[in-house]
């Protein structure tokens, strides 16, 4: 709290004022990004022409430029995940289980269609989080003294091809085939 602190400009106790406790700012902090990665996803990619594998792509780009943008950020936030403990763990899980649960349903609500199950949309898409998560903390390092392992475009390539072999493992076991090439609404395919 005394590194946010300095870093606000501002004393401690004010940012008590606004957060009920360390729990809840870091609540605030992982709204903000959610936030903020949702506006500039959505922002770059259309849902209803850009086929499958280009909305990955682009997602993931954008998700690298925030990320480069803010490592120390994503840092805290993904360390804060695997190393908090108690109520603050539980917190952080169910924000992840709610873009997740927000996703399933924009993704359902996309498609229209009776094949899509929410829950297992849900699953796949909690799922993946954890990954581009585990992802994010071994390719930016611990510090900012480490070299990056991996350019950019080269990890934007890599979370792509996690996040397709993730949502094909998942339909594959709904009996679902999934064509990459094509826009979300007929990317879809009852397999035969």
């Given at each position: 709290m005394d590194d946010i602190a300095r870093e606000a400009g501002a004393a401690k106790p004010k940012l008590y004022r606004h957060f009920e406790n360390k729990l809840d700012l870091y609540a605030a902090i992982v709204a903000h990004v959610q936030t903020t990665l949702w506006t500039r996803t959505l922002g770059s990619i259309n849902l209803v022409s850009?086929?499958?594998?280009?909305?990955?792509?682009?997602?993931?780009?954008?998700?690298?430029?925030?990320?480069?943008?803010?490592?120390?950020?994503?840092?805290?936030?993904?360390?804060?995940?695997?190393?908090?403990?108690?109520d603050e763990s539980e917190r952080?899980?169910?924000?992840?289980?709610d873009s997740a649960r927000r996703i399933a349903t924009l993704f359902a609500e996309t498609l229209d269609s009776p094949q899509v199950d929410v829950t297992r949309a849900e699953l796949v898409?909690?799922?993946?989080?954890?990954?581009?998560?585990?992802?994010?903390?071994?390719?930016?390092?611990?510090?900012?003294?480490?070299?990056?392992?991996?350019?950019?475009?080269?990890?934007?390539?890599?979370?792509?091809?996690?996040?397709?072999?993730?949502?094909?493992?998942?339909?594959?076991?709904?009996?679902?085939?999934?064509?990459?090439?094509?826009?979300?609404?007929?990317?879809?395919?009852?397999?035969?």
């Open positions: 850009d086929p499958m594998a280009e909305l990955t792509r682009r997602c993931a780009a954008e998700y690298v430029l925030i990320v480069t943008e803010n490592p120390n950020l994503f840092r805290f936030l993904v360390h804060g995940h695997f190393t908090r403990q108690g952080a899980l169910q924000a992840a289980q898409a909690f799922s993946i989080f954890g990954a581009v998560a585990s992802a994010t903390d071994w390719w930016i390092g611990p510090n900012e003294a480490r070299e990056r392992p991996l350019p950019d475009d080269e990890f934007v390539r890599y979370l792509s091809g996690l996040v397709q072999g993730m949502i094909d493992a998942a339909s594959g076991l709904a009996g679902i085939t999934i064509d990459h090439d094509q826009p979300l609404h007929v990317a879809l395919s009852a397999r035969t």
